[in-house]
């Protein structure tokens, strides 16, 4: 806990003890699912979302992708007050995908994603095929984090569904940035989380908060990948407005997953 903020990660990858090629941590800690959330909760985080991940570049079937959205699902259920899933679709298996949708949110979730395209054996994000699994997304009410999608695609996937309600993952050096943040004027229902490379460039989060303003903005570590400290302060040191630190941190979250 930071004392006067509650801080919602929306972007982060649990280790699943029962699934061994989920563990994405390159010095190999956290190891195992207890010691991920103790080490969650020590550096400040008071809630956090996200999706179990495990590369499978060339898959076969949904299966995968159902067993780690089964052990998601199990996580949440353990850690009800701290752990919301994110749960992942495919669009090479599009029936299979959209049953996966309608079934966990009859089960109260509300997240997509973090979806890794390059892991999981499809490039586009605007493709007939995920247009068509994310049009049930956008009935269902859910949102769908997005790992840092090419600008065009991203575009074209925002002017096909204009009110699906999208979480762009990484903000990116600084011509990326400058090209999201067209974007995030064009579509509304576009927004992006911070987490991974940008935030540490001084000045970036100020210039995002100015342009597209705090509300478009969600707090995210990417965990265990990346260190939640640097991304906490990051925040914090910036020279926005508590109003708008607030709005990252959760404010933003609460309004779109719709679980305050």
């Known amino acids: 806990m930071i004392e006067g903020y509650r801080i919602v990660d929306v972007h982060c990858h649990p280790i699943a ?26 550096e400040g985080v008071d809630f956090c979302v996200g999706s179990v991940i ?12 159902a067993e780690t ?57 605007s493709s007939p095929e995920i247009l068509e699994i994310f049009a049930v997304a956008r009935d269902l009410g859910m949102t769908v ?21 999208v979480v762009a993952a990484h903000p990116g050096e600084r011509k990326l940035v400058l090209e999201r943040t067209e974007l995030m004027k064009r579509h509304k ?15 970036m989060l100020r210039y995002l908060v100015e342009q597209c303003g705090a509300d478009r903005l969600l707090f995210g570590t990417d965990f265990p990948i990346c260190n939640i400290a640097m991304q906490i302060y990051g925040v914090l040191s910036e020279r926005i407005s508590d109003e708008a ?6 404010g933003n979250y609460d309004r779109l997953s719709g679980r305050n």
Not at 85 to 113: C, H, M
Not at 147 to 161: I, R, V
Not at 245 to 250: E, G, N, V
């Open 245 to 250: 630190k607030l709005a990252i941190f959760s």
């Open 69 to 125: 959205n089964a052990s998601g699902f199990e996580l949440e259920k353990k850690y009800p007050d701290f752990y919301q899933t994110g749960i992942r679709i495919n669009p090479l298996f599009v029936k299979d995908s959209i049953a996966e949708l309608e079934k966990y949110r009859k089960q109260g979730v509300t997240w997509i994603g973090e979806l890794v395209p390059y892991m999981s054996g499809y490039a586009s994000i």
């Open 145 to 165: 984090n997005i790992h840092g999608p090419q600008t065009e695609d991203l575009d074209n996937l925002m002017k096909n569904l204009p009110d699906l309600k």
């Open 189 to 203: 229902n576009l927004h992006w989380d911070i987490s991974g490379t940008g935030l540490f460039r001084w000045g």
């Open 17 to 42: 003890d029962d699934l061994e090629r989920s563990k994405f941590n390159a010095y190999g800690s956290p190891n195992c699912t207890k010691d991920f959330f103790a080490d969650m909760r020590a």
């Open 54 to 65: 495990r590369v499978e570049s060339e898959p076969e079937s949904f299966a995968p992708f």
